[in-house]
């Protein structure tokens, strides 16, 4: 028995729900995800492109910090290098100039002895002696030893994370390194309680001395001397230490030294040894008349 076809015009619920998936083959819902999908690809595009320069951009900045970094440390080190070296040959430079210095007060000394004998062998020579002596002490031509005070000067020390680039120190700060007034300050209040004689690390000081500051050097009569600085002055200690505290120069540089970390100290020795100063000046002289010293003269009563 066989089922009869149902007529030409007339279709069966099942062809036509075949014909609708046939003919629309996504989901409606499907579709406008597929849609709403298509849409935000479009959008993340242009965002994600402009996170991928971003990232880019901030790391050449990074490597270019990195790289800046590296060549001023290495500069810094150059430098400090370079300083070091010129520390060095400053030194060394020194040490010779204080060996020539040494070997000229050799000769100087002999010469005067000579001289000494010659001039004593009259009352006028004798004379022009004890003068001369008197001159030699107060220019500071002649070494001397004695009691007195020493004062200590010296630089801010550095601190332990200073930074290589910035070169911060505790010395960069000039405030923080002994400046030439500051050992002006010293030497003029140590003449001024009565010293006798005064050095600047083993330079002698004259009545034309100079202390100067050239670059990160002190001079004293165009020499360097370097830091710490030790100023020696020959007198009564008491008298000196009294009158050296009270100046009011003195005050202000002890108040400077607590404020940016300079070291300042003085004590009392009971013995100094002051180098001669460097080779004195001529600038004038006459000639000895001896024609006028009893002593020369050959002839009796004459």
Do not use: C
């Not at 149902?6 to 062809?15: D, E, F, I, Q």
């Not at 107060?138 to 004695?146: E, K, L, N, S, Y």
């Not at 002698?204 to 050097?217: D, M």
């Not at 360097?224 to 008491?238: F, R």
């Amino acid at each position: 028995m066989t089922a009869d076809r149902p007529p030409g015009g007339v279709r069966s619920l099942g062809a036509s729900l075949l014909d609708d998936v046939l003919a629309e083959t996504l989901d409606p819902a499907y579709a406008q995800a597929a849609e709403a999908r298509a849409a935000r690809g479009e959008q993340d595009a242009p965002r994600r492109g402009g996170q991928v320069l971003v990232a880019l951009t901030m790391a050449v900045a990074g490597l270019l910090v990195a790289v800046t970094y590296d060549q001023a440390a290495a500069k810094q080190q150059g430098r400090q290098e370079i300083r070091s070296a010129l520390v060095g040959d400053i030194q060394d430079r020194s040490e010779l100039s204080d060996e020539l210095a040494a070997q000229l007060e050799d000769l100087r000394v002999e010469v005067s002895r000579t001289s000494d004998d010659l001039l004593a062998a009259t009352a006028v020579g004798q004379r022009a002696l004890d003068a001369l002596a008197r001159a030699e002490q107060g220019t500071g031509a002649v070494p001397v030893t004695g009691p007195g005070l020493l004062v200590t000067l010296a630089n801010a020390e550095a601190e332990a994370d200073d930074d290589p680039v910035g070169g911060g120190t505790a010395t960069a700060d000039p405030r923080g390194r002994i400046q030439d007034g500051d050992l002006q300050r010293v030497v003029n209040a140590l003449w001024a309680a009565g010293a006798e004689a005064i050095s600047i690390n083993r330079q002698r000081l004259g009545p034309t001395s100079a202390i100067r500051f050239a670059g990160e050097a002190v001079l004293v009569d165009f020499r360097p001397v370097t830091n710490p600085y030790e100023v020696s002055a020959i007198g009564d200690p008491d008298a000196l230490a009294a009158a050296f505290i009270l100046n009011p120069q003195i005050r202000a540089l002890a108040e400077d030294s607590i404020n940016f970390g300079l070291r300042f100290d003085f004590a009392k020795e009971d013995e100094l040894s002051l180098p001669a100063a460097g080779s004195p000046e001529l600038r004038s002289a006459e000639p000895l008349d001896t024609r006028r010293d009893p002593g020369t003269d050959p002839t009796p009563g004459g």
